[in-house]
């Protein structure tokens, strides 16, 4: 598959149908890290394992515009599990990324694996293993079973007294150290200006005090509600440990028990909570 998978960069490079095709590699610590492949020659970089985690969706946010004026937007290859294909989709029902300046390279997912060689937690409630959007498809996909996301990571949280939940809140955002890894890893936090880093906001200031930092890390859930592809990103390249993907998933529990089961980046709908335009004149409320 690794071959195969090469070979196409190759032909993508070599034909200029893309300038760069975003992937992953082996670096000199012999850890799994993003790679840019610009030369056809350079191909033989890229690898997929069980270790090869990051989101590279996130990149895309960096490459939806011209370099300069008047050029046109560059043309990118990239490779997508399934939980990254569907931060691809939401962007694209977005707007943020325009498909035909995309090549999705699709990789059939084993399941990621921690260091210790345990499965991921979002893995094991994952029950994809083929990305729903790509031009070209590589691997063979194991067989998973049917698997139901109860939620029982968040319903524990939700079982404490109020007081406890906001003390454990309170406890774990309190390490935050403003460093923003968690929204730069993100392919849903794509604004040019962020609130959070503006000295003139009206909502949120830039000191590293609990109720900033407390205000940062929600109005950042909030943010992706109905946008969240559940690729832990966020809490993986997070320093301190927090544990972020259990906030996204209690926004992602609520969206789809009121939104009619909705889920970010399954289809082409955008998410529910935002209303569009459908006509000349008439506005549709998805909900």
């Given at each position: 598959m690794i071959e195969e998978l090469r070979a196409k960069a190759r032909e993508l490079l070599e034909s200029e149908t893309v300038e760069c095709v975003i992937g992953y590699e082996v670096g000199p610590t012999g850890r799994v890290r993003p790679v840019f492949v610009y030369?056809?020659?350079?191909?033989?970089?890229?690898?997929?394992?069980?270790?090869?985690?990051?989101?590279?969706?996130?990149?895309?946010?960096?490459?939806?515009k011209p370099r300069k004026r008047g050029e046109e937007v560059p043309t990118t290859g990239i490779l997508v599990k399934p939980c990254d294909a569907r931060s691809l989709q939401v962007l694209l029902n977005e707007n943020q990324v325009q498909r035909d300046k995309v090549t999705v390279i699709g990789v059939a997912c084993p399941g990621m694996q921690n260091a210790d060689g345990t499965?991921?937690?979002?893995?094991?409630?994952?029950?994809?293993?083929?990305?729903?959007?790509?031009?070209?498809l590589f691997g063979e996909p194991p067989e998973v079973s049917?698997?139901?996301?109860?939620?029982?990571?968040?319903?524990?949280i939700e079982a404490l007294p109020r007081e406890d939940r906001l003390a454990y809140w309170l406890s774990e955002l309190d390490r935050c150290?403003?460093?923003?890894?968690?929204?730069?890893?993100?392919?849903?936090?794509f604004c040019d200006v962020c609130e959070s880093e503006r000295d003139d906001s009206l909502w949120i200031g830039i000191t590293d005090a609990?109720?900033?930092?407390?205000?940062?890390?929600?109005?950042r859930a909030f943010h992706l509600a109905?946008?969240?592809?559940?690729?832990?990103?966020?809490?993986?390249?997070?320093?301190?440990?927090?544990?972020?993907?259990?906030?996204?998933?209690?926004?992602?529990?609520?969206v789809e028990q009121t939104m009619g089961g909705y889920h970010a980046g399954l289809s082409e709908e955008?998410?529910?909570l935002v209303t569009r335009l459908t006509g000349e004149e008439d506005i549709d409320e998805i909900h």
């Open positions: 030369e056809p020659d350079d191909v033989d970089r890229l690898v997929f394992n069980t270790r090869c985690d990051h989101n590279l969706v996130t990149y895309l946010n960096r490459r939806n499965p991921e937690a979002r893995c094991l409630r994952c029950n994809q293993r083929v990305p729903l959007l790509y031009d070209a049917d698997i139901a996301d109860t939620y029982a990571d968040v319903e524990e150290i403003r460093c923003y890894a968690c929204r730069q890893a993100c392919p849903g936090c609990i109720p900033e930092k407390a205000f940062f890390h929600i109005t109905g946008r969240c592809g559940e690729c832990n990103a966020c809490e993986m390249v997070c320093p301190m440990g927090i544990p972020l993907s259990l906030l996204n998933r209690k926004i992602v529990k609520e955008p998410t529910p």
